[in-house]
């Protein structure tokens, strides 16, 4: 049965991104936003619910190896993977805003991580822990990250972009709004259908918590950004597609792990510096590559494709 309800949510999540991705871009028109603003909030946030989900409901109950180890490797894997695989279908271009601010912020988001699990190397502390206070802080960069979009969204609706962005055919609002929301519904349950089934066959193998929350949960719950960004690719939607990928991993660290800390403090397994440390220096990496050309080729999407081919590799064999 695990197996069927796999394929059920891989389903799910295909048509789902295919009719979010044509919803959010018409609404963007209709709205004047650029499409890069709604990938970084209405795509970002849609397509980060199941590690939103997963992640809180994993505190909840006490998991929290899975609750970090989902957050860190979804983000290793959109900036790695994703980012790869669809600058590999289609070269990715890259906004100025989007490499002076949007990849700097999601640097600055994972470096306060490393900064606020370091307890026991910069406060002595007798063990590494995700207090609520740490939470609370996280959630404040959020609504800082949240008022510089309302910001951009505001300054950007003026006439002359609106009428260059005006498509043919844009559809009607309610149009949009429904497939959009059906997209989105599909996508969230298309993917909880994955990480349940998948889960289940992953204990049935014997895999350890932190390995299940780095792999198989941080895959399926980044199937969602996957299968977006790559159908906003092929659509030529590629600010979408980007915007999707840097808006997740700011939204997973900021808002997933701030609303889990608050929730309930997280303790820290030491295994996991190294993983956040491989998500800062590929964060790192994609700013470079966005540096050339303004846009990310597919040579360089290829190399992000074999970085996380040999980091799965090795957390394998770690764990």
Same mark, same amino acid.
């Given at each position: ?5 796999l394929i059920i949510g891989f389903i799910l999540l295909i048509k789902g991104a295919d009719y ?12 004047r936003v650029p499409p890069l603003l709604v990938g970084l909030t209405i795509v970002a946030f ?51 805003? =989007?490499?002076? #601010?949007? *990849?700097? $912020? +999601?640097?600055?988001?994972?470096? %306060? ?6 307890? &026991? ?50 559809? =009607?609002?309610? #149009?949009? *709004?429904? $497939? +959009?929301?059906?997209?989105?519904? %599909? ?6 259908? &994955? ?62 792990l701030g609303i889990a800390a608050t929730i309930a403090p997280l303790p820290v397994n030491n ?49």
């Amino acid at each position: 049965m695990p197996y069927v309800l796999l394929i059920i949510g891989f389903i799910l999540l295909i048509k789902g991104a295919d009719y979010f991705v044509d919803g959010s871009s018409k609404i963007a028109t209709k709205l004047r936003v650029p499409p890069l603003l709604v990938g970084l909030t209405i795509v970002a946030f849609g397509t980060s619910s199941p590690e939103g989900t997963v992640s809180i409901i994993a505190a909840l109950e006490g998991s929290t190896d899975v609750t970090l180890g989902n957050v860190v490797g979804s983000n290793i894997l959109n900036i790695s993977l994703v980012v790869g695989l669809t600058a590999f279908i289609s070269p990715l271009k890259v906004e100025n805003d =989007t490499i002076r #601010k949007e *990849i700097p $912020f +999601t640097f600055l988001a994972s470096f %306060a991580l490393f900064v606020l699990i370091s307890d &026991v190397h910069l406060h002595g502390a007798d063990f590494n822990i995700i207090t609520r206070s740490d939470g609370i802080i996280f959630l404040l960069f959020f609504s800082i990250f949240m008022y510089y979009i309302y910001e951009a969204a505001r300054n950007s609706r003026d006439d002359e972009l609106g009428e260059k962005m005006i498509p043919e055919n844009p559809g =009607t609002w309610g #149009k949009n *709004i429904f $497939f +959009t929301l059906v997209g989105l519904g %599909a996508i969230i349950y298309g993917g909880h259908l &994955v990480v349940d089934s998948s889960t289940t066959i992953a204990y049935s193998f014997g895999m350890s918590e932190t390995l299940v929350g780095l792999t198989i949960i941080a895959i399926g719950t980044s199937l969602p950004e996957l299968i977006t960004s790559i159908t906003a690719a092929l659509k030529k939607h590629s600010d979408i597609a980007l915007g999707n990928i840097v808006g997740s991993s700011i939204f997973n660290i900021l808002f997933v792990l701030g609303i889990a800390a608050t929730i309930a403090p997280l303790p820290v397994n030491n295994k996991i510096f190294f993983d956040v440390t491989v998500m800062i220096i590929l964060t790192i990496v994609l700013f470079v590559f966005a540096l050339t050309q303004c846009k990310v080729s597919k040579r360089e999407g290829l190399l992000l494709t074999l970085a996380y081919i040999l980091y799965f590799i090795y957390i394998i064999i770690r764990n």
